[in-house]
């Protein structure tokens, strides 16, 4: 019987087959209730925890612009979530007439059941993971993909001209960052030698932040686009295009597409943790797993402290500037970055690996791959500054400020201007 | 019946259902969900075979981009969305004939095929983990002696597909 | 290998079940008093003028190309990065060959305009 401390999950599923086989249960359905156990507790664990979640959000966010977040309903505004789920609750849902019933009331579903299928293969800790599956990384591509179609269903379902608009622009924004994120999760794939989570998690001796530096800022930029959080919100302009996609919901309807968002931000910041930080790695983690759990914690919201200073910091991008920013900075970057990664990597290993001893040629390595991306950062900021020419230019200069009561100019002074005063005309 | 069979039927029939769900729905775009439907009951096959791989790459792909590009494409080429296209044309007799006979031969060809058989082949059963099999693919794919070749014919194939797109749509563009 | 699919399997139908019992009991919460202006179209607060159509641009359809070439790429090369340790210097340029292939077809959808929003 292995330890609990040792091997929670483990310790769990044998506690729970040796109770369910003294109560007569034939092993197929034992070994079937037990998968859906598992299946059942990791999304409404995921689900509970969004409540924390969106406070702490908040509180953050409001803290950025300078005041409090919400602080009246219980001790720091705890029980704000609560409150907002009651009200969400019990508000009306109007269906809209001419709605199409079937897509429009999956979108929000799949809004939130497409981030919760990422959950499934994110490795908590040691043996802590819903399952580990050798395909684990491709997985959560797929999940991200079913989002978009979600999107595209809110859209055309709610016979709203501006919810179509809204769904065509962020799934075209969609679909284009996922290239440069897909690419860019080729790095710790290629590094660690396997498409597993836990086992690229297991092959981080060196936190791949460390060896690719470049491609976890690429992945960072893309999972905030893919998320539609700030500066990439375009498609839900909170004051501007009436929240896009989401027009026509209400109730709980919109509460899920709120609810997917927030989670999926944390989903990201973790596949993040796990893929460039090293997941639950840690010290004492093989002793006693549950710390995995904290350390992976820790290390997203470290991450996710960075997406909400994103929110609160950036203004928003216009739609082209977006996709140009993709489709001419961040896709190529990736590419070049699985090059010059691959390349350099491999010659090392063929020219020197042969000579050192395996801790050395990781440190070389490491050490090679930091200077190369340092080198192709330095490049890549040097290129935009040269060839991103800024939008704005000043028409006219300064013009004299007119003072009250002295309406008689000078003659000779051909300066005076005849209009009221603007300021220096820019033109965008 | 082993449970294996039971999964494979349900997923099998729901997938041929959803099919003629596709041809026969009244609205174009629910023609299109019952696609994605589709697609999702063959990734649910292709589980079944214990090919973890192509189950994702499905998802991937083909919900993921082609889904998504044919909703697009439908989009693109309705003004109305809420209309109901005609359902059939004149050809559907002669039409439904050839369908029968190429199920038909297929079925029966395979029937025939030694290989071919309900119990797992001995490939099945001495394959090697999936993280095995997914780096001998990846391996497969740049040996030499493998399928270099084809490898690199798919990169041009689909460089091929990219240009000839944008050439004919920048060409209707302007 | 098996179970792990039947357990994403059910975690899929759970995962989408979850929020549907949600959005059930929120109906059975919720009010219900649908009236004609309650339930018209949104539009900014005016009458809807025309039916429900909008002019689907081209470009739309051109992002969604591009990006179908490139993630096909990208599962192409995830068996490729999978067997990285395992590759020789030789089999690793085969495999940025076939990325470098398609980077032309990138650039030619730069120079073509294809990628421009407008």
Not at chain 3, 28 to 50: D, F, H, Q, R, W
Request: net charge neutral; with cysteine.
């Amino acid at each position: 019987m292995p330890n609990f401390w040792t091997d929670p999950i483990g310790f769990l599923t044998q506690w729970l087959t040796a109770l369910l086989i003294g109560w007569g249960v034939a092993p197929e359905v034992v070994n079937f209730s037990l998968s859906l156990l598992g299946a059942i507790v990791l999304p409404l664990m995921a689900m509970l925890f969004v409540i924390f979640l969106i406070w702490y959000e908040r509180k953050l966010y409001g803290r950025m612009q300078d005041r409090l977040g919400p602080n009246r309903v219980g001790p720091w505004g705890i029980f704000q979530t609560f409150a907002d789920m009651g009200k969400i609750f019990t508000k009306e849902v109007i269906t809209p007439t001419g709605v199409d019933l079937v897509p429009y009331n999956l979108a929000p579903i799949l809004a939130v059941g497409s981030v919760l299928m990422a959950w499934s293969v994110m490795p908590l800790s040691v043996n802590i993971v819903g399952v580990n599956l050798s395909v684990g990384l491709l997985l959560v591509i797929a999940a991200g993909g079913f989002g978009e179609l979600g999107i595209m269903m809110a859209g055309w379902g709610s016979n709203n001209k501006y919810a179509l608009l809204g769904g065509f622009r962020a799934v075209a924004l969609l679909i284009s960052y996922e290239i440069p994120m897909v690419i860019a999760m080729l790095i710790p794939a290629m590094l660690a030698g396997s498409l597993n989570l836990t086992e690229i998690v297991a092959n981080q001796d060196v936190p791949f932040i460390l060896m690719a530096p470049v491609a976890a800022l690429i992945f960072f930029i893309t999972q905030v686009a893919e998320t539609a959080r700030a500066p990439f919100d375009l498609t839900e302009a909170e004051s501007e295009i009436v929240a896009g996609v989401n027009i026509e919901y209400s109730g709980l309807k919109f509460g899920m597409f709120y609810v997917g968002e927030f989670l999926h931000a944390f989903t990201a910041s973790m596949l993040f943790a796990t893929l460039f930080l090293g997941g639950y790695r840690g010290p004492f983690v093989e002793q006693f797993p549950l710390i995995g759990i904290v350390y992976l914690l820790i290390k997203t919201f470290f991450v996710y402290f960075f997406s909400i200073l994103f929110r609160g910091g950036l203004p928003r991008f216009r739609i082209d500037q977006m996709l140009n920013l993709n489709w001419k900075i961040l896709a190529p970057l990736s590419l070049a970055m699985v090059f010059i990664t691959a390349l350099v990597d491999k010659t090392a290993v063929q020219l020197i690996g042969g000579q050192l001893d395996s801790t050395m040629l990781l440190v070389v390595r490491t050490v090679l791959l930091l200077a190369v991306n340092g080198v192709v950062f330095w490049v890549v900021t040097r290129l935009m500054e040269i060839n991103i020419k800024p939008a704005r230019r000043v028409v006219s200069g300064a013009r004299p400020v007119a003072t009250p009561g002295v309406s008689q100019q000078s003659p000779e002074d051909p300066q005076v201007p005849q209009e009221p005063q603007v300021p220096g005309e820019v033109s965008a | 019946m082993a449970p294996l069979q039971i999964v494979f039927l349900i997923l099998g029939l729901a997938t041929i259902i959803s099919a003629v769900m596709v041809v026969t729905a009244r609205r174009i775009m629910h023609a299109a969900l019952w696609l994605v439907l589709t697609l999702l009951g063959v990734a649910a096959l292709f589980a079944t075979l214990e090919n973890g791989f192509f189950t994702a790459v499905q998802v991937v792909v083909y919900v993921g981009a082609i889904a998504i590009l044919i909703i697009f494409a439908v989009m693109l080429t309705r003004r109305d969305l809420q209309d109901t296209p005609q359902q059939s044309n004149p050809n559907s007799g002669i039409v439904a004939v050839i369908a029968l006979a190429v199920t038909g031969g297929l079925i029966y060809g395979l029937s025939t095929w030694q290989n071919f058989s309900a119990s797992r082949s001995a490939m099945m059963t001495n394959a090697a983990a999936e993280g095995e099999r997914i780096v001998d693919l990846g391996l497969a794919l740049v040996s030499p002696d493998a399928f270099a070749i084809p490898f690199e014919v798919a990169s041009v194939l689909l460089i091929g597909a990219l240009i000839g797109a944008i050439y004919v749509a920048s060409g209707q563009r302007e | 290998m098996l179970d792990h699919w039947l357990y994403i399997g059910l975690f899929f139908v759970v995962a989408m079940l979850l929020p549907g019992a949600a959005i059930f009991i929120a109906s059975i919460l919720a009010p219900k008093k649908p009236t004609p202006l309650k339930n018209s179209t949104y539009e900014c607060g005016i009458e809807t003028v025309g039916e429900s159509r909008i002019q689907f641009r081209a470009q739309y359809y051109i992002f969604a190309l591009v990006f179908l070439v490139f993630d096909v790429e990208a599962v192409f090369l995830f068996p490729w990065a999978a067997a990285y340790n395992q590759l020789t210097l030789f089999m690793v340029v085969e495999g940025l060959i076939f990325a470098l292939i398609l980077i032309g077809g990138l650039v030619y959808a730069w120079k073509k305009g294809a990628l421009e929003w407008k």
